[in-house]
């Protein structure tokens, strides 16, 4: 049988943490972090803000998960293309053009315009470098000039026939 002796408990062990001046139901905001929270009592309560030990915020911009993104520099390089002649078997070549990417040109759009103005495969090999099957050293100047305009005739090497 319980006594109502038994049932009353010392309350000394508890903190209050009640704030006399907040109104209740209180607003609980949370920030970015799962550490932080922020409580608001209703109209001009206090704002209390509670942190665990050695929890510090992060200055990196992050999205969902995963680790925060750093910001990388562009590397500048020189805006250069190259045109040079690889012989394949016997007597056919290919033409390779490097360094139309450095004039912020789409690659895929390059070697599908390529392939219908010569009509012959045209594939994307590397980050920058476009592989057209055939001997078009001579035409393919001035189909890069005319399509886009800011390639200018300083900016294109023509190598001439180099072995792969």
Not at 93 to 109: N, Q, S
Request: charged fraction near 35%.
């Amino acid at each position: 049988m319980a006594t109502t002796e038994n049932a009353e408990v010392s309350t000394d062990h508890k903190i209050n943490r009640c704030d006399p001046n907040a109104k209740y139901p209180l607003k609980v905001l949370y920030c970015g972090g799962t550490a932080h929270k922020q409580e608001t009592g209703g109209g001009g309560g206090s704002a209390g803000e509670v942190t665990l030990a050695g929890e510090e915020e992060e200055k990196k911009k992050q999205k969902r998960g995963g680790r925060g993104q750093i910001k990388q520099k562009k590397k500048t390089v020189p805006q250069k293309a190259t045109i040079a002649k690889i012989p394949r078997a016997k007597k056919k070549y290919v033409t390779r053009v490097c360094g139309l990417a450095t004039f912020d040109i789409d690659l895929k759009e390059a070697q599908r315009f390529f392939a219908q103005k010569f009509s012959c495969g045209v594939s994307v090999t590397a980050e920058d470098e476009i592989i057209i099957q055939g001997d078009f050293t001579d035409d393919i100047i001035e189909v890069i000039q005319e399509k886009w305009p800011e390639v200018d005739d300083d900016s294109i090497d023509d190598l001439g026939e180099v072995k792969k």
